[in-house]
């Protein structure tokens, strides 16, 4: 697997993603010159000019460890996941799209037709009267032109290739990854499906945790342009749905550091098998009120619930998907 | 996830048995298919089927089969867990497993019962044992705990109901709490002139009760009282009672009534609760004549010492030495601690209001039944003479059945005792004024001991007995100042209108209007109408489903003198069985903090119903008190991250039921 100068490959790859998670590598500042020292990069399409085919020359399982980052939205991205997997030694899902479907993953409300039709015909800035579609194919006087067929459903990365570790987070904390990296190269792993950051919310790490009172219950939920915050004060405490109880930690809490409070983009602990699920039976739980109509109220205020409590992990959750009232139309994938 | 419990050899071993229940199963259901199907289902060992499993032959088979064929888990599929979870486990138990290694599955309450089509709940039913036999495989072993009894009992409500528990558990010098929301015990019986069937004089018999109570030293009544706060389990229930100030104190007063008397009020001019409005009372009064205890209430509202501060305080004044009022008394609260609790709340009766065309409210002659039981009473705000609001005796009155009750605007089901009461009154009413009384009744209903008797006696009276629901009730014309009451007489087939002096709504029993916060706060359920439930209602007819919490009286259901009196003494029975034991078993299925796992959220901390969470400064972590949990479940769902567990409800024990119900063959 080592390479003649005896240094590992690795390998990063982006699916769909925002290319946060590229910036998140770049942030490891200094220490990726360590990295680089440490490792031979075979192959990263946002910063190195390999091409596919360089991935396809080399042996099966000759990349010591492979980042995938972003969620499996394309029939290319699938293709080089499973790709990637045959040469890779460890494949780790990199950052919340690769982990539980991310923020693309939201796109699993609604189904290829309606996307399509949405981008390609009814958004405002669209001019676009013959109609035009991408195809997956055209025949043009040049030649057959050809482009990755999207798919109807938005997938993690282990619903496409078998992973063998998850670095969570949007983007993971820099931490996280110089802990993931060094293990990797010390061969001091975890068992075989581990996320690589700590099992416990992020309360037990929050700057705030001490204020936040013993009986907490609420009646009142706010956003945070409607709260004029307390920069000390536990953020459930001042009335803003702060997702940290059910979040993994591992990454300092940054956002509530600045006043914001956690979306969970760390995802859930390993005792849970579905985040959104989850958080929303916990913040079910401490509404204060036996009323029905009071208890609704308060539900209401959670703008766009979708969004909030399944903000990174719709497709890794049991729902995976809004239900499709018919079949997708020719050749989508199905989940 | 977590390695099941194994056997010697290294494997869980599944045993399933399939009961026929005669044929209220193998009627519906294709028990031999199932039994078929289970024996290909992962891990089972021995599937059989077998006419009762609950027989002393069903449970030895599965005992035999443990040491036969080793098995570590036993499945029984047949009645409700409700009725025979228990007797599973124990020869479960008796085979040499963990009794936890059991899982029950009801094929007949959610199949054979609830089905007609024989192939679709055959499918159902393996469906329900295939779930069982994925969860059973992640069963633990769990050992039941022991705690001890405190031999205390509350019972809540002071009507017949709850005077004859707390005697006969007084009797066995067990200390009784006894909470009444009024100013005296006696509750409805205590308004009522005679009882049916036999007319014995209600107060005759009840006041003796009521004195008894007073003076047993057992006893420990607290009138004017509610419950307002309920924590803690069978055996240890603690308790917050809410002492309302009636501003006279109650060891210093001796019911002389000088102070009533001495009121600067010359004239009683506030309506009396007790008379239903029917008398008027003074300030401050005694809720009647026989009032335990016979104390005296101050009303705040219309005292004058209360309302400008500048009153002579007559009565103050008469009390003399005595000193037994204080008009600075204050609301408290007292803290108990007991073993069990009996509700003996009672009923409310129907308001009368709620069928307009009856004309309560709007014609003055126009009464509820309760309201003529304080005028036939000698007792009563007319001293027994039946008089209407006007003075005059009636000389025709209509007792009208069934108002509020077998009624689709209303209420469905039938009150029970207004048939018989209505006898009564027709009997009574007849012997104070010698009026025609009219019936009109939908069916007669007297299904009880000398009920049918005392019927023919009133029929033979000359009680006009017409079977007819009456449809309207207005004036006669001109000034007469009559009622006309309309009815289909349909033994006649015709409109009957009887013009009467006086009409009498047989009102139906209600819940207490407050039975859904008593329901919540001693966390027990409610049938469709708002009665209390009870456990089983053949089997169980004064437990609820929580322990150590017993129901007695019209809470339950509407119910007369002597089964309220049979109910209440078979409550108390029951709580002295649970006291006599010294301990109770409680179960297992209890939920547990995985400390290393807690974040210290303390979502969990305000959730728990018996407050059996508390959060460890020294860990920054909750700990559950498992001796205090009930297994409830609540924070568990609620952990965010799902640190709390619950043995017998593990995540991976309820997912594998789960995806082994909807994993269609």
């Given at each position: 697997?080592?390479?003649?100068?005896?240094?590992?490959?690795?390998?990063?790859?982006?699916?769909?993603?925002c290319?946060?998670?590229?910036?998140?590598?770049?942030?490891?500042?200094?220490?990726?010159?360590?990295?680089v020292?440490?490792?031979?990069?075979?192959?990263?399409?946002v910063?190195?000019?390999?091409?596919?085919?360089?991935?396809?020359?080399?042996?099966?399982?000759?990349l010591?460890?492979?980042?995938?980052?972003?969620?499996?939205?394309?029939s290319?991205?699938e293709?080089?996941?499973?790709?990637?997997?045959?040469?890779s030694?460890?494949?780790?899902?990199?950052?919340?799209?690769a982990h539980l479907?991310?923020?693309?993953g939201?796109?699993?409300?609604?189904d290829?037709e309606?996307?399509?039709?949405?981008?390609?015909?009814?958004?405002?800035?669209?001019?676009?009267?013959?109609?035009?579609?991408?195809?997956?194919?055209?025949?043009?006087?040049?030649?057959r032109?050809?482009?990755?067929?999207f798919?109807?459903?938005?997938?993690t990365?282990?619903?496409t290739v078998?992973?063998?570790?998850y670095?969570?987070?949007?983007?993971?904390p820099?931490?996280?990854?110089?802990?993931?990296v060094?293990?990797?190269?010390?061969?001091?792993l975890?068992?075989r499906?581990?996320v690589?950051?700590?099992?416990?919310?992020?309360?037990?790490?929050?700057?705030?945790k001490?204020t936040?009172p013993?009986?907490?219950?609420l009646?009142?939920?706010?956003?945070p342009?409607e709260v004029?915050?307390?920069?000390?004060?536990?953020?459930?405490?001042?009335?803003?749905l702060?997702l940290?109880?059910?979040?993994?930690g591992?990454?300092?809490a940054?956002?509530?550091?600045?006043?914001?409070p956690c979306?969970?983009?760390?995802g859930?602990?390993?005792?849970?098998?579905?985040?959104?699920a989850?958080?929303?039976?916990?913040l079910?739980?401490v509404?204060?009120?036996?009323?029905?109509?009071?208890?609704?109220?308060v539900m209401?205020?959670?703008?766009?619930?979708?969004?909030?409590?399944?903000?990174y992990?719709?497709?890794?959750?049991?729902?995976?998907?809004?239900?499709?009232?018919?079949?997708?139309?020719g050749?989508?994938?199905?989940? | 996830?977590?390695e099941?419990?194994?056997?010697?050899d290294?494997?869980?071993?599944?045993?399933v048995y399939?009961c026929?229940?005669?044929?209220?199963?193998?009627?519906t259901i294709?028990?031999r298919?199932?039994?078929?199907?289970?024996?290909?289902?992962?891990h089972v060992v021995?599937?059989?089927d077998?006419?009762?499993?609950?027989?002393?032959?069903?449970?030895?088979?599965?005992?035999?089969?443990?040491?036969?064929?080793h098995?570590?888990?036993?499945?029984v599929?047949s009645?409700s867990?409700?009725l025979?979870e228990?007797?599973?486990?124990?020869?479960t138990?008796?085979?040499?497993?963990n009794?936890?290694?059991?899982?029950?599955?009801?094929?007949r309450?959610h199949?054979?019962w609830?089905?007609?089509?024989?192939?679709?709940?055959?499918?159902k039913?393996?469906?329900?044992?295939?779930?069982?036999?994925f969860?059973v495989?992640?069963?633990?072993?769990l050992?039941?705990?022991?705690?001890?009894i405190?031999?205390?009992?509350?019972?809540v409500?002071?009507?017949?109901?709850?005077?004859?528990?707390?005697?006969?558990?007084?009797g066995a010098?067990?200390?009784?709490?006894?909470?009444?929301?009024e100013p005296s015990?006696?509750?409805h019986?205590?308004?009522f002139?005679?009882?049916?069937p036999?007319?014995?004089?209600?107060a005759?018999i009840l006041t003796?009760?009521?004195?008894?109570?007073?003076t047993?030293?057992?006893?420990?009544?607290?009138?004017?009282?509610?419950?307002?706060?309920?924590?803690?389990?069978?055996?240890?229930?603690?308790?917050?009672?809410?002492?309302k100030?009636?501003y006279?104190?109650?060891?210093?007063?001796?019911?002389?009534?000088?102070?009533?008397?001495?009121?600067?009020?010359k004239a009683?001019?506030?309506?009396?609760?007790?008379?239903?409005?029917?008398?008027?009372r003074?300030?401050?009064?005694?809720?009647?004549?026989?009032?335990?205890?016979?104390?005296?209430?101050?009303?705040?509202?219309?005292?004058i010492?209360?309302?400008?501060?500048?009153c002579?305080?007559?009565?103050?004044?008469?009390c003399g030495?005595r000193?037994?009022?204080?008009f600075?008394?204050?609301?408290h609260?007292?803290?108990?601690?007991?073993?069990t609790?009996?509700?003996?709340t009672?009923?409310?009766?129907?308001?009368?209001?709620?069928?307009?065309?009856?004309?309560?409210?709007?014609?003055?002659?126009?009464y509820?039944?309760?309201?003529v039981?304080?005028l036939?009473?000698?007792?009563?705000?007319t001293?027994?003479?039946?008089?209407?609001?006007?003075g005059?005796?009636?000389?025709?009155?209509a007792?009208?059945?069934?108002?509020?009750?077998?009624?689709?605007?209303?209420?469905?089901?039938?009150?029970?005792?207004?048939?018989?009461?209505?006898?009564?009154?027709?009997h009574?009413?007849?012997?104070?004024?010698?009026a025609?009384?009219?019936?009109?009744?939908i069916?007669?209903?007297?299904?009880?001991?000398?009920?049918?008797?005392?019927?023919?006696?009133?029929?033979?009276?000359?009680?006009q007995?017409?079977?007819?629901?009456?449809?309207?009730?207005?004036?006669?014309?001109g000034?007469g100042?009559?009622?006309i009451?309309?009815?289909?007489?349909t033994?006649l087939g015709?409109v009957?209108?009887i013009?009467?002096?006086?009409?009498?709504?047989a009102?139906?029993?209600?819940?207490?209007?407050?039975?859904?916060?008593?329901?919540?706060?001693?966390?027990?359920?409610?049938?469709?109408?708002?009665f209390?439930?009870?456990?089983h209602?053949?089997?169980?007819?004064?437990?609820?489903?929580?322990?150590?919490i017993?129901?007695a009286?019209a809470?339950?259901?509407?119910?007369?003198?002597p089964?309220?009196?049979?109910?209440?003494?078979s409550?108390?029975?029951?709580?002295?069985?649970?006291?006599?034991a010294?301990?109770?078993?409680?179960?297992p299925n209890?939920?547990y903090?995985?400390?290393e796992a807690?974040?210290?959220?303390?979502?969990?901390?305000?959730?728990?119903?018996?407050?059996?969470i508390s959060?460890?400064?020294a860990?920054?972590?909750?700990?559950?008190?498992?001796?205090?949990?009930?297994?409830?479940?609540?924070c568990?769902?609620?952990?965010?991250?799902g640190s709390?567990?619950?043995h017998?409800?593990?995540?991976?024990?309820?997912?594998?039921?789960i995806?082994?119900?909807?994993?269609?063959a």
């Amino acid at each position: 697997m080592a390479d003649p100068a005896g240094k590992p490959k690795v390998a990063f790859y982006w699916c769909a993603s925002c290319g946060g998670c590229e910036e998140a590598v770049v942030d490891l500042a200094e220490d990726i010159l360590k990295v680089v020292d440490a490792v031979d990069i075979a192959f990263w399409p946002v910063a190195l000019d390999f091409k596919r085919a360089d991935v396809e020359a080399l042996e099966d399982g000759a990349l010591a460890a492979c980042f995938i980052n972003g969620a499996i939205r394309t029939s290319e991205q699938e293709e080089m996941a499973h790709l990637l997997r045959r040469k890779s030694g460890v494949l780790v899902a990199f950052g919340s799209c690769a982990h539980l479907g991310g923020i693309p993953g939201l796109a699993n409300l609604f189904d290829r037709e309606a996307i399509l039709d949405r981008v390609y015909r009814t958004a405002p800035t669209v001019d676009n009267d013959d109609g035009t579609r991408p195809q997956v194919r055209a025949e043009t006087p040049e030649g057959r032109l050809t482009l990755p067929e999207f798919s109807d459903t938005v997938r993690t990365l282990d619903q496409t290739v078998e992973v063998d570790y998850y670095l969570p987070g949007c983007p993971p904390p820099v931490g996280l990854i110089v802990d993931a990296v060094t293990a990797i190269l010390e061969g001091r792993l975890p068992p075989r499906g581990s996320v690589l950051a700590p099992d416990v919310a992020l309360c037990s790490e929050c700057p705030r945790k001490t204020t936040k009172p013993e009986r907490l219950l609420l009646k009142e939920l706010r956003r945070p342009h409607e709260v004029l915050m307390d920069p000390e004060t536990c953020l459930l405490a001042q009335g803003l749905l702060c997702l940290g109880p059910a979040t993994r930690g591992g990454c300092g809490a940054p956002c509530v550091s600045a006043n914001m409070p956690c979306t969970g983009c760390l995802g859930p602990t390993s005792r849970v098998r579905d985040y959104g699920a989850k958080a929303l039976s916990a913040l079910a739980s401490v509404v204060d009120s036996n009323d029905e109509a009071e208890i609704a109220a308060v539900m209401a205020q959670v703008a766009d619930p979708v969004g909030t409590f399944y903000r990174y992990s719709l497709p890794a959750s049991l729902l995976r998907r809004r239900a499709r009232r018919h079949a997708p139309a020719g050749g989508g994938v199905s989940s | 996830m977590r390695e099941p419990e194994i056997s010697p050899d290294g494997a869980v071993r599944v045993g399933v048995y399939i009961c026929h229940c005669g044929t209220n199963i193998a009627g519906t259901i294709d028990v031999r298919a199932v039994t078929e199907y289970a024996a290909t289902l992962p891990h089972v060992v021995v599937a059989r089927d077998y006419k009762y499993m609950c027989s002393d032959p069903g449970q030895t088979l599965i005992q035999q089969d443990i040491r036969d064929h080793h098995l570590t888990r036993i499945i029984v599929a047949s009645c409700s867990p409700l009725l025979h979870e228990h007797t599973f486990r124990a020869a479960t138990a008796g085979g040499g497993l963990n009794p936890y290694h059991f899982q029950m599955v009801n094929i007949r309450e959610h199949a054979s019962w609830v089905h007609e089509d024989r192939q679709a709940a055959t499918e159902k039913a393996k469906d329900l044992v295939r779930a069982a036999v994925f969860r059973v495989y992640f069963h633990e072993p769990l050992e039941r705990r022991e705690v001890p009894i405190n031999p205390d009992v509350l019972v809540v409500g002071g009507g017949i109901a709850g005077i004859h528990a707390a005697l006969t558990l007084a009797g066995a010098r067990k200390h009784v709490y006894l909470v009444e929301r009024e100013p005296s015990i006696g509750g409805h019986m205590a308004k009522f002139d005679k009882t049916f069937p036999t007319l014995d004089c209600a107060a005759c018999i009840l006041t003796p009760k009521m004195t008894a109570v007073r003076t047993n030293p057992h006893i420990t009544l607290w009138t004017y009282s509610e419950v307002v706060g309920v924590e803690g389990y069978v055996g240890n229930f603690k308790v917050t009672v809410k002492r309302k100030p009636r501003y006279v104190i109650e060891d210093l007063c001796v019911g002389c009534a000088e102070c009533i008397e001495a009121c600067v009020y010359k004239a009683a001019r506030f309506p009396d609760e007790f008379n239903l409005g029917l008398g008027k009372r003074k300030p401050i009064y005694l809720p009647f004549p026989q009032a335990v205890p016979l104390v005296a209430v101050i009303d705040p509202e219309t005292c004058i010492e209360f309302k400008s501060g500048k009153c002579k305080k007559t009565c103050v004044e008469v009390c003399g030495e005595r000193n037994a009022i204080d008009f600075t008394q204050e609301e408290h609260t007292e803290t108990i601690e007991v073993g069990t609790i009996i509700l003996a709340t009672g009923f409310q009766v129907f308001d009368a209001k709620r069928i307009p065309y009856y004309g309560y409210g709007v014609y003055p002659n126009v009464y509820t039944a309760l309201e003529v039981e304080r005028l036939v009473n000698a007792s009563g705000p007319t001293s027994g003479e039946v008089v209407l609001r006007d003075g005059r005796t009636p000389k025709s009155v209509a007792i009208v059945h069934c108002v509020g009750s077998r009624d689709e605007n209303t209420n469905r089901y039938c009150s029970r005792v207004c048939c018989m009461y209505s006898l009564k009154l027709a009997h009574l009413i007849k012997e104070h004024t010698d009026a025609e009384v009219y019936n009109f009744y939908i069916d007669m209903r007297t299904p009880g001991k000398g009920f049918e008797e005392f019927y023919n006696r009133v029929a033979e009276e000359g009680t006009q007995l017409i079977r007819g629901k009456v449809a309207d009730v207005y004036p006669e014309p001109g000034d007469g100042g009559r009622l006309i009451v309309q009815a289909e007489d349909t033994l006649l087939g015709k409109v009957r209108k009887i013009p009467v002096d006086m009409v009498v709504l047989a009102v139906g029993l209600e819940p207490q209007a407050d039975a859904q916060d008593v329901r919540r706060m001693f966390n027990i359920t409610c049938s469709t109408e708002g009665f209390f439930l009870e456990r089983h209602p053949k089997l169980a007819p004064v437990n609820t489903f929580t322990d150590g919490i017993f129901l007695a009286g019209a809470c339950q259901g509407p119910k007369d003198i002597p089964d309220t009196v049979a109910q209440a003494g078979s409550a108390a029975a029951e709580a002295l069985a649970l006291i006599d034991a010294g301990t109770v078993e409680l179960e297992p299925n209890t939920a547990y903090v995985v400390e290393e796992a807690c974040s210290g959220c303390k979502t969990c901390v305000p959730l728990c119903p018996y407050s059996a969470i508390s959060f460890m400064e020294a860990t920054q972590k909750a700990q559950i008190n498992e001796v205090l949990c009930k297994g409830c479940g609540v924070c568990v769902a609620a952990c965010p991250s799902g640190s709390i567990r619950q043995h017998l409800f593990q995540d991976e024990e309820i997912f594998e039921e789960i995806k082994g119900v909807l994993a269609h063959a």
